[in-house]
């Protein structure tokens, strides 16, 4: 299930620059994760394979669990929607918080 955290600006704030979330996903990433520019938006690959903190209590088959980690950041000239599709506790975690960041610093405002 996909999971959106959207930021609108409206004037006078304006969102980031693709060059502005290049510098910010290099720096709040650094080390953990490289993100890489694809058609539309950024995609941020991280380490490890997706794990749910309650999967072996909850009795989720590994199998289910996808193969790899990312969140997506897409940007329009009203909007950054921080993207998670299929994640984890760790992934929905490092999304919220990226999410959290820019709305502070460009003075966005946080959709429900």
């Given at each position: 299930?996909a ?62 669990l ?47």
């Open positions: 299930m999971l959106d955290r959207i930021i609108r600006f409206d004037k006078p704030f304006k969102p980031p620059t693709r060059m502005e979330l290049t510098t910010l996903l290099a720096d709040y990433f650094q080390g953990i994760g490289g993100a890489s520019w694809d058609k539309d938006r950024f995609f941020v690959t991280l380490p490890g394979r997706p794990c749910y903190a309650l999967g072996r209590l909850a009795k989720i088959p590994f199998s289910e996808p193969e790899q980690r990312w969140i997506e950041v897409w940007k329009d000239r009203t909007s950054v929607d921080v993207i998670t599709r299929t994640a984890d506790d760790i992934t929905n975690a490092l999304a919220e918080g990226l999410a959290e960041i820019i709305a502070r610093f460009w003075q966005g405002a946080r959709e429900d």
